[in-house]
């Protein structure tokens, strides 16, 4: 009896410890300051399976017909080149001011993990 009430106190204090940090703000999360090594490895953590998670069920459409990539190319500048950015750019305002760092699309290093069917549905879920 005793070690099952030590168990359940010890279970509380832990749950009142995480809503006490969680409510409290001591944990900045936000993207213009750098995070712990906890605090990054949690939300990179939540971020990588969240993703996973989402992007499963997607079907990819047949992204190299040219009207594809005319609208996309079109879309990506109005509202992604300023985070991840256009060929011949190596950072913008916006872009110099984040954190993490976005990861820069026009790279083919960072386009080669999104090669497999499972790494274009989570890019195309992402984006």
């Known amino acids: 009896m005793k070690f099952i009430l030590g168990v359940v106190t010890t279970l509380v204090m832990i749950a009142v410890m995480a809503t006490a940090i969680i409510t409290s703000g001591w944990v ?37 017909e040219p009207v594809m990539i005319s609208e996309g190319g079109a879309d990506y500048k109005d509202m992604c080149a300023s985070c991840h950015l256009s060929p011949d750019v190596s950072a913008t305002d916006l872009s110099l001011g984040l954190y993490p760092k976005p990861p820069n699309f026009t790279d083919p290093n960072v386009v080669s993990r999104f090669a497999d069917d499972a790494g274009a549905k989570q890019g195309f879920w992402a984006i």
Do not use: F, M
């Not at 090594?37 to 459409?61: C, F, G, T, W």
């Open 28 to 64: 900045n999360v936000g993207a213009d300051h750098e995070h712990s090594p906890i605090v990054y490895n949690l939300i990179e953590k939540a971020r990588v399976n969240s993703i996973k998670h989402a992007s499963q069920d997607i079907v990819v459409p047949k992204l190299n």
